[in-house]
């Protein structure tokens, strides 16, 4: 574990210098984070009606008073999980009256996707007061260049491992109506400053735990199988290529791996819980230098009924097997670090196309099953086939267009139908037969 943490550091460290903060026992340092940025803090918290938000919220005012940062008002709760449209609005009402300096975002992964968003919708929405203009990929920094306005400071604290929200410039946000999650991609949304205590994440129950850490390898997964094959071909990101990538994801992976069960476990295993925070942190690195694809792609149809992290660690495997005849190295990479955690016995280099496909799939749900994970949708309650058709639309809409270019094996709206429902179909009897790998 030692050299593992050692590696994740030093690449954390590349990653974010001084501009994050993270390790076990640094909430105290959250007051000075803030008073670089800000003497007047609006903050978003989780924790209101729950037991143990009492002490997170005493806490936050300790660490703000010690560094000389007055409170803008009341602390303003955070987001229902998934962020739901009506808590963005709700926030970025909130900052409207108390007009902070600084806003800062304490909880989990909805929590601070829904500050992100208020933060912009607050500072935009006289002129843009539609929120349907701010999903996509770089809208929000057009707007504010239009309007020759900018985002207010945000610092986020990160409370439970999973989605790496205070690291990256995603925001995920939920229509309750229409159960379809949408996705604001901007680097107007990265916080300059952030902080990630890892052991205040040893309150997090068992289930919790198996969806955040499965977030995480969900994102190493889908960022390494969508990363170009040229090791030298850069990724958009100056300076990172496939071997930047292959470093962060498999090192965040095989973190994750092989801790999630112990942390599951003993909850108050606090090397494990380590291991789950560095590995996830690697998760929000990798997904700063490359895309997610069809699993998440998924799971933004799927969530009145499954968490995020849920519903992209049970696609995984499925997409996997579509995935495999254009992914063998990145395979056989990731199968070594199940084939580590003990997780299959086969012998992956003499495994090709959707045959290690369909044994690193396998190593999956063998993980899956190991933690009481949840392996076919057809297990979900409240799943029905409408939930196929409304992924089958998604996936089709404009909004979500570079999740399906992100895949290794592309697709577009006319061939959605061709391969993504044997993928859906599979996913929900747990039938890989019924996957089609395009030729």
Not at 336 to 352: E, Q
Not at 407 to 430: C, D, F, H, K, W
Request: glycine share 10%; hydrophobic share 40%; aromatic share 6%.
């Amino acid at each position: 574990m030692d050299d593992k943490k050692q590696h994740a550091e030093s690449l954390l460290n590349k990653f974010k210098g001084g501009n994050y903060v993270y390790g076990l026992g640094c909430f105290d340092r959250l007051g000075g984070l803030v008073a670089s940025l800000g003497k007047r803090a609006s903050v978003v918290i989780s924790g209101t009606g729950k037991d143990w938000g009492p002490a997170l919220h005493d806490a936050t005012r300790r660490t703000l008073e010690g560094a000389g940062v007055e409170l803008a008002g009341a602390m303003i709760p955070g987001a229902q999980p998934n962020a739901p449209r009506a808590d963005v609005f709700r926030i970025a009402a909130a900052l409207e009256e108390q007009a902070p300096e600084v806003v800062v975002g304490i909880g989990g992964g909805s929590c601070l996707d829904a500050a992100k968003a208020a933060a912009a919708y607050w500072v935009l929405h006289d002129q843009y007061p539609d929120l349907d203009d701010y999903f996509g990929l770089g809208r929000v920094s057009k707007m504010l260049e239009s309007s020759g306005r900018r985002m207010p400071p945000l610092v986020a604290a990160q409370t439970a491992s999973g989605s790496a929200a205070h690291l990256t410039k995603y925001s995920n946000i939920t229509d309750p109506g229409q159960a379809q999650k949408l996705l604001i991609i901007d680097e107007a949304l990265v916080p300059p400053k952030c902080l990630f205590d890892y052991a205040m994440t040893v309150s997090m129950s068992r289930d919790f735990t198996m969806d955040g850490a499965l977030d995480g390898a969900a994102h190493c997964l889908e960022v390494l199988y969508g990363a170009p094959a040229d090791a030298n071909r850069e990724i958009g990101v100056p300076g990172k290529n496939l071997e930047t990538i292959r470093e962060v994801t498999l090192l965040g992976l095989s973190l994750i791996v092989n801790h999630v069960k112990t942390a599951c476990d003993n909850p108050g295993d606090i090397e494990a819980r380590e291991a789950l925070g560095l590995g996830t942190d690697l998760g929000g690195y990798a997904i700063m230098i490359g895309g997610t694809n069809g699993a998440h792609l998924t799971s933004f149809s799927l969530v009145d009924v499954l968490s995020h992290g849920r519903a992209c660690a049970l696609m995984n495997p499925y997409y996997t097997v579509f995935f495999a005849p254009a992914i063998e190295p990145k395979l056989r990479a990731v199968g070594a670090v199940y084939k580590d955690a003990g997780y299959t016995r086969a012998d992956l280099d003499h495994l090709h196309g959707r045959d290690l496909g369909l044994e690193v799939a396998e190593a999956m749900l063998a993980l899956s099953n190991d933690i009481g994970f949840p392996t076919t949708l057809a297990e979900t309650p409240g799943f029905t086939a409408a939930h196929i058709e409304r992924a089958l639309s998604a996936a089709q809409n404009p909004a979500l267009e570079m999740k399906l270019k992100n895949m290794p094996v592309p697709l577009s709206a006319q061939n959605v139908e061709q391969y993504m429902r044997p993928i859906l179909e599979a996913a929900r009897t747990g039938d890989f037969t019924l996957i089609r790998n395009m030729p």
